[in-house]
């Protein structure tokens, strides 16, 4: 009996020790600094002397910065702009791509493979494609007779060129998503549905999308996250500008935190950015859940 409830208690906390590492570095680099920056939140913190205790100072301040108000707009016009974007091109991509084409295959690793490429990476490649002075296109269209496009100096071209960028490289990794929800929903009902004589579009609105619900929740709740924390790819590709036109949340607390060395400041906005993404978050959880 002692040999069993041995084994019994092996087995128990086995499972344990297999997640243990995953488990350990999630709370020494995710856990711990996210805990850190909630406690500099309320200091005043340079990085380099002693963090001072200042209460909801920072959050004050906070609420009467105009320009972080900006900002949030900016970030809100940008995630409204990807986020519709990014589904309705990767949901269409995917209903073509689960069809039975030529090439399929090869279709699927072209619009897949931007996703593989680092944010840093795609941003300088759009920078000599789109680049004013330098760039390709303006060079192609020079050789035509006409006068080269301030994609990077002008603040309408610039947000085009920035949310062209995100969808050339993220639309990809959405498609992947879309396909494995479509190709789990039962042929059967695609099949009725052609027997009672509905056409694609109809069976599309009423069998397609309904069964794709949980999938599209995920991932509009995904796209709503990225865009809300884009930075790499936008500091590579137009810096933030030109002026402050193409700067979102993440690049202003980088430049408040690093450049201004205002640690404490640039965490109170880390802190409310957190507070958005997880209101969102637990509003797409809760009418996934409410449609179970």
């Given at each position: 009996m002692?040999?069993?409830?041995?084994i019994?208690?092996?087995?128990?906390?086995?499972?344990?020790?297999?997640?243990?590492?995953?488990?350990?570095i999630?709370?020494?680099?995710?856990?711990?600094?996210?805990?850190?920056?909630?406690?500099?939140?309320?200091?005043?913190?340079?990085?380099?002397?002693?963090?001072?205790?200042?209460g909801?100072?920072?959050?004050?301040e906070?609420?009467?910065?105009?320009?972080?108000?900006?900002?949030?707009k900016?970030?809100?016009?940008?995630?409204?702009?990807?986020?519709?974007?990014?589904?309705?091109?990767?949901?269409?991509?995917?209903?073509?791509?689960?069809?039975?084409?030529?090439?399929?295959?090869?279709?699927r690793?072209?619009?897949?493979?931007?996703?593989?490429?680092?944010?840093?990476?795609?941003?300088?490649?759009?920078?000599?494609?789109?680049?004013?002075?330098?760039?390709?296109?303006?060079?192609?269209?020079?050789?035509?007779?006409?006068?080269?496009?301030?994609?990077?100096?002008?603040?309408?071209?610039?947000?085009?060129?920035?949310?062209?960028?995100?969808?050339?490289?993220?639309?990809?990794?959405y498609?992947?998503?879309?396909?494995?929800?479509?190709?789990?929903?039962?042929?059967?009902?695609?099949?009725?549905?052609?027997?009672?004589?509905?056409?694609?579009?109809l069976?599309?609105?009423y069998?397609?999308?309904?069964?794709?619900?949980?999938?599209?929740?995920?991932?509009?709740?995904?796209?709503?996250?990225?865009?809300?924390?884009a930075y790499?790819?936008?500091?590579?590709?137009?810096?933030?500008?030109?002026?402050?036109?193409?700067?979102?949340?993440?690049?202003?607390?980088?430049?408040?935190?690093?450049?201004?060395?205002?640690?404490?400041?640039?965490?109170?906005?880390?802190?409310?950015?957190?507070?958005?993404?997880?209101?969102i978050?637990?509003?797409?959880?809760?009418?996934?859940?409410?449609?179970?």
């Amino acid at each position: 009996m002692a040999h069993k409830n041995k084994i019994n208690r092996q087995k128990r906390i086995a499972p344990y020790l297999f997640l243990l590492p995953n488990l350990s570095i999630f709370i020494v680099f995710i856990v711990a600094p996210a805990l850190y920056g909630v406690y500099y939140s309320f200091t005043d913190y340079d990085g380099l002397n002693k963090a001072k205790f200042i209460g909801l100072e920072n959050y004050i301040e906070i609420f009467g910065d105009m320009k972080f108000w900006l900002i949030f707009k900016q970030t809100g016009i940008y995630a409204a702009i990807v986020v519709p974007g990014i589904f309705l091109f990767a949901l269409g991509v995917a209903l073509l791509l689960i069809q039975k084409i030529k090439f399929k295959p090869v279709f699927r690793a072209a619009i897949y493979w931007p996703t593989m490429i680092s944010f840093v990476v795609v941003g300088v490649t759009w920078k000599w494609i789109f680049g004013d002075s330098f760039g390709v296109l303006n060079y192609l269209i020079e050789l035509m007779g006409r006068e080269g496009i301030p994609w990077l100096t002008d603040p309408f071209f610039a947000r085009m060129t920035v949310v062209i960028a995100t969808l050339w490289c993220r639309v990809g990794f959405y498609m992947v998503i879309f396909m494995a929800g479509l190709q789990n929903i039962p042929l059967q009902y695609y099949e009725a549905a052609r027997i009672d004589g509905a056409t694609k579009v109809l069976a599309f609105r009423y069998i397609t999308l309904p069964l794709l619900k949980p999938t599209s929740v995920m991932v509009i709740m995904l796209c709503i996250i990225d865009s809300f924390k884009a930075y790499p790819l936008i500091v590579s590709l137009t810096g933030g500008g030109p002026g402050k036109t193409t700067t979102y949340l993440v690049q202003y607390i980088y430049r408040y935190g690093f450049e201004k060395s205002k640690l404490g400041y640039a965490s109170a906005m880390s802190v409310l950015l957190f507070a958005v993404i997880a209101i969102i978050t637990a509003i797409q959880f809760r009418s996934k859940k409410e449609d179970m």
